[in-house]
C-alpha cells in the first residue's frame, strides 16, 4: 500500500526515471517500467555455470556460478543507470536495482545454496568522495529482497587506484594487484559467497577480491553484477 504521504511528496518533488527522464509513477523506483523492462538482458541466470560473464573467470579463479541483470553499453540510454549511481549522488538506485535483479532472478534458483553476500568494497579515499559504496547499495537491495546477510567487514580494500573505466585489460589486471586484505576470515570460512559489483568487464577487480576471501578457507564464490560489459 502506497501511503497518502508518499503519494503528497511525490506529486509536489515529482521523480524522474534514471533512463529515459519521464516522471515515475508512485510504485516506481528509480527507472520506470518501460525502461526496466526493455533493458538489454543476459539471461545469464538461466546458465550460471557456462555463459561468457561465468567464462571470463574460466582458470583465473574457482566460481560456483556468475551472472549480471543486463549489458552494458556506454553510449545506451540504460548506461545512465549506472552514471546515477556511480557519479550522481544516487545511492537509491544501487537499492532498488538491487531488489529487481534479486526478484528477478529468484526465480531461476540463483540465489539457492547462497550463504551470503559480499560487496566489493571501495578505497576510504572514493568513499569519502563518493559518500557511499555503489555495489553495498545494490547488496542492501538485494539482502532486503532475499534475506541473505551482507558481510561488509569481511575484506577490505586498502590502496586507492585509478578509475578501471578506460583501461585495456592487461592494465585493469595490474591496476588491482594487492589492494585488498582479508579483515574477518571467521565470518565467511565455510561459507558460499555472492561477491556484488556494480558493472564487470574483465573479471579483474572481482577475480582480486574474490582470491582474498578464498583464503578464509573453504569459501565458495560467487559472481553478481547489475551489468556485465563484454569486452
Known sequence: MISFWTRLLDLISPRL???CGRRL???E???CSKCYLHLPRTGYQHKPYDNPMAKAYWGRMPIERAAALYYHESHAESANIIYALKYKSRPEIGEAMGRMTARE???SGFFEGIDGLVPVPLARKRLRQRGYNQSMMLAKGISEATGLPIYERAVERIV???SQTHKIRWERNENVEDVFRLADAT???GKHLLLIDDVVTTGATTIACGKVLLQAGNV???ILSLAFAKS
Open 29 to 31: 523506483e528509480g527507472v
Open 220 to 222: 565458495r564464490l560467487s
Open 160 to 162: 586507492y587506484e585509478d
Open 105 to 107: 532472478l529468484t526465480a
Open 17 to 19: 526515471c534514471v533512463v
Open 25 to 27: 509513477d508512485v510504485t
Open 187 to 189: 565470518a565467511i570460512s
